[in-house]
């Protein structure tokens, strides 16, 4: 069992940025792949970013690639989503989840899931 918590989000400028922590309980962090979901009022979750648990490879979604970084520190049992050239179309309640498979990618693949954080960005 893994409790996640979200924390990070608010309201910001375009062009600025945010950095999303989640942590997580337990002691087996390590062993599961994390990611980031969002979802927008009107619209389904959708994947942002995913990180394995070894932390070598990382998936983004192309709406967000090259801008957010997702990171993680096992030590700390904590996932990053760092958040830059922040656009208005970011807006959403931000999700951290976790997995048992490696390469997850879609939200059927997670297993668990964090509350969520507002993520607000102003034009």
């Known amino acids: 069992q893994v409790q996640l918590v979200e924390s990070g989000g608010g309201l910001v400028q375009a062009g600025g940025s945010l950095r999303l922590s989640c942590a997580a309980s337990?002691?087996?962090?390590?062993?599961?792949?994390m990611g980031w979901f969002r979802q927008a009022p009107g619209k389904e979750r959708a994947f942002v970013a995913a990180?394995?648990?070894?932390?070598?490879?990382?998936y983004y979604a192309d709406s967000v690639k090259g801008r957010f970084t997702i990171s993680r520190d096992n030590a700390k049992n904590t996932v990053y989503l760092q958040m830059n050239s922040l656009k208005p179309e970011d807006t959403a309640v931000y999700y951290c989840?976790?997995?048992?498979?490696?390469?997850?990618?879609?939200?059927?693949?997670?297993?668990?899931w964090g509350q969520g954080t507002q993520v607000t960005v102003s034009s």
């Open positions: 337990g002691r087996t962090f390590s062993m599961y792949a």
């Open positions: 989840a976790a997995s048992t498979y490696s390469s997850a990618i879609t939200s059927t693949d997670y297993n668990y």
């Open positions: 990180i394995r648990r070894s932390a070598g490879i990382t």
